[in-house]
């Protein structure tokens, strides 16, 4: 079992920055690759960011390569999400997530543990 909790959601104004942590529970972090992503109003959530279990290989939706960065420290348990040039279509609510898989992590439907979500919410 994983345990997930997101912080660091909020309001930012446009071209601003925010950094989204989740912190899971358990031992066996380093056995998890770890997800973000996002549903916004009246929308199907939709991948943002993927990070394999070591941390050496990052995958990210076209939407937002460039600007965001998914990052992970096994011994923190923890994984970020920097979101640098934030805009009004990136308002959303973020979920962190975690999968036994090693590939198809672009796949919601391969992660069987979800946070509880935070609110990013960007004003134009």
């Known amino acids: 079992q994983v345990q997930l909790v997101e912080s660091g959601g909020g309001l930012v104004q446009a071209g601003g920055s925010l950094r989204l942590s989740c912190a899971a529970s358990g031992r066996t972090f380093s056995s998890y690759a770890m997800a973000w992503f996002r549903q916004a109003p009246g929308k199907e959530r939709e991948f943002v960011a993927a990070?394999?279990?070591?941390?050496?290989?990052?995958y990210y939706a076209d939407s937002v390569k460039g600007r965001f960065t998914i990052s992970r420290n096994n011994a923190r348990n923890t994984v970020y999400l920097q979101m640098n040039n934030l805009q009004s279509e990136d308002t959303a609510v973020y979920y962190c997530?975690?999968?036994?898989?090693?590939?198809?992590?672009?796949?919601?439907?391969?992660?069987?543990?979800w946070g509880q979500g935070t609110q990013v919410t960007v004003s134009s």
């Open positions: 997530a975690a999968s036994g898989a090693i590939v198809g992590l672009t796949r919601s439907r391969e992660y069987g543990y």
């Open positions: 990070i394999n279990r070591g941390g050496g290989s990052t």
